[in-house]
């Protein structure tokens, strides 16, 4: 079954900037939507962006505009979300999964294809 990569994570103090990667093969970056979830301990797993080529639209949570932008490089065949002014409250466990039916939504349940995620770890 296809499962996504995640990479880029890593430690960053507060207020600084990571860029994560993931890696999408091409006939999924044309049709399906591309979401970026996260899920911190004891917490559950969160909707943080989305992206729709087809479809032409992005999505953010709340709690990251402004601060987050997701974007695509077909080139690439990549999805990367670029986290600037991070907080402690960003740590988590980040993932990307597809959305078939693009439905315009971050909820986790919508989505598939889960990779195995990559940490993010924001402290001083």
């Known amino acids: 079954q296809l499962q996504l990569v995640e990479s880029g994570g890593g430690l960053v103090q507060p207020g600084g900037s990571l860029r994560l990667s993931c890696a999408v093969p091409k006939f999924a970056l044309d049709q399906e939507a591309v979401g970026w979830f996260r899920q911190a301990p004891g917490k559950e797993r969160e909707g943080v962006a989305c992206?729709?080529?087809?479809?032409?639209?992005?999505i953010y949570a709340d709690s990251v505009r402004g601060r987050f932008t997701i974007s695509k490089d077909s080139a690439k065949n990549t999805v990367y979300l670029q986290m600037n002014r991070l907080k402690p409250d960003d740590t988590a466990i980040y993932y990307c999964?597809?959305?078939?039916?693009?439905?315009?939504?971050?909820?986790?349940?919508?989505?598939?294809?889960w990779g195995r995620g990559t940490q993010v770890t924001v402290s001083s």
């Open positions: 992206i729709s080529t087809s479809r032409d639209y992005t």
């Open positions: 999964a597809l959305d078939p039916v693009q439905l315009g939504t971050l909820r986790p349940d919508d989505f598939r294809n």
